[in-house]
C-alpha cells in the first residue's frame, strides 16, 4: 500500500539554525512527493514538490531531493528564520491523483 | 484568483445530530477532495471527485457520510448521525489547471462534537 512516514516532532530551533525533517515513504509505483506547510491559522500550501527520481525541489529556501534509493524525501534548510514556524506535511501522489499525508511536523523558531 | 471557499469555519453539534459542510473549488478545477483531518493527525482522503463524478470514495464511512459535487463545481459534505469521533477539521482542496498534481486547500472546517 501508500504511505508516509514523517519525524515526529515538535522540533524546535534556534533563528539561523539548520533544519532536517525527515520523511520516508511506501508505494507502488512512482509516487510524486510534496512538502506542504500550514502557517498558524491558515489551510494547507503547498512548498515543494519532485515528479520523479533525483528531482530536486526547492522554494523559499527549503529544498527536498527525491531518493528512490532509500525512499525518502527529507526537507531541508540552511539557516531557519521565526517566520518559518509551521507544521509541515509529507506527502505522495499514487496513481489516480490520490494523495497520502504524513502525520506532520510542527516547527518552532525561537529568535 | 479566489481561493478555495469553504463554510462554515466551526461547527459545534451533539452527537447524533446532523451536519453539512460546504466547499467552493477554484474556478475550472476539475478534481475536488475532502479530507478529515484529526489533531495530531495529516489530512486522510474522505473522497475525491472528477467533475461530478466520484473517483474514490474507499475510505468514507458510507454509513453515515455521503457528499455530492453537482454540476461539477461546488460540493457538499454531510455527516448524519454525528458521533464524537467525527470530531476534527474537514478540509476542502482542488486541483487542476496546468498543474493537476498541485492542490490547493480551504482553510478548513472545524467541528466539535459533543
Known amino acids: 500500500g501508500n504511505s508516509v512516514t514523517q519525524m515526529e516532532g515538535p522540533v524546535t530551533l534556534s533563528e539561523e539554525a539548520f533544519l532536517t525533517i525527515n520523511c520516508t515513504y511506501t508505494a507502488t509505483g512512482y509516487p510524486s512527493l510534496f512538502w506542504y506547510v500550514q502557517y498558524p491559522g491558515e489551510g494547507l500550501q503547498l512548498l515543494l514538490k519532485a515528479t520523479k527520481a533525483d528531482d530536486k525541489g526547492s522554494n523559499k529556501g527549503f529544498e527536498a531531493t527525491y531518493r528512490k534509493e532509500t525512499t525518502s524525501f527529507h526537507l531541508e534548510k540552511g539557516s531557519v528564520q521565526v517566520s518559518d514556524s509551521a507544521v509541515y506535511f509529507c506527502?505522495?501522489?499514487?496513481?489516480?491523483?490520490?494523495?497520502?499525508f504524513g502525520t506532520g511536523t510542527s516547527l518552532t523558531v525561537i529568535p | 484568483e479566489a481561493g478555495v471557499a469553504q463554510s462554515p469555519r466551526y461547527k459545534i453539534i451533539e452527537k447524533r445530530q446532523s451536519v453539512a459542510f460546504w466547499c467552493n473549488p477554484i474556478?475550472?478545477?476539475?478534481?475536488l477532495y475532502w479530507y478529515q483531518q484529526i489533531l495530531g493527525q495529516g489530512p486522510k482522503l474522505l473522497i475525491q471527485f472528477q467533475n461530478n463524478g466520484v473517483v474514490d470514495d474507499s475510505q468514507l464511512p458510507k454509513d453515515r457520510f455521503s457528499a455530492e459535487r453537482l454540476k461539477g463545481v461546488d460540493s457538499t459534505l454531510k455527516i448524519q448521525p454525528a458521533k464524537l469521533e467525527d470530531s476534527a477539521v474537514y478540509l476542502c482542496?482542488?486541483?487542476?489547471?496546468?498543474?493537476?498534481?498541485?492542490?490547493?486547500f480551504g482553510p478548513g472546517t472545524r467541528l466539535t462534537v459533543t
Open positions: 506527502a505522495l501522489e499514487a496513481t489516480g491523483n490520490q494523495f497520502y
Open positions: 482542496a482542488s486541483s487542476g489547471g496546468t498543474a493537476l498534481d498541485e492542490q490547493y
Open positions: 474556478s475550472g478545477h476539475a478534481t
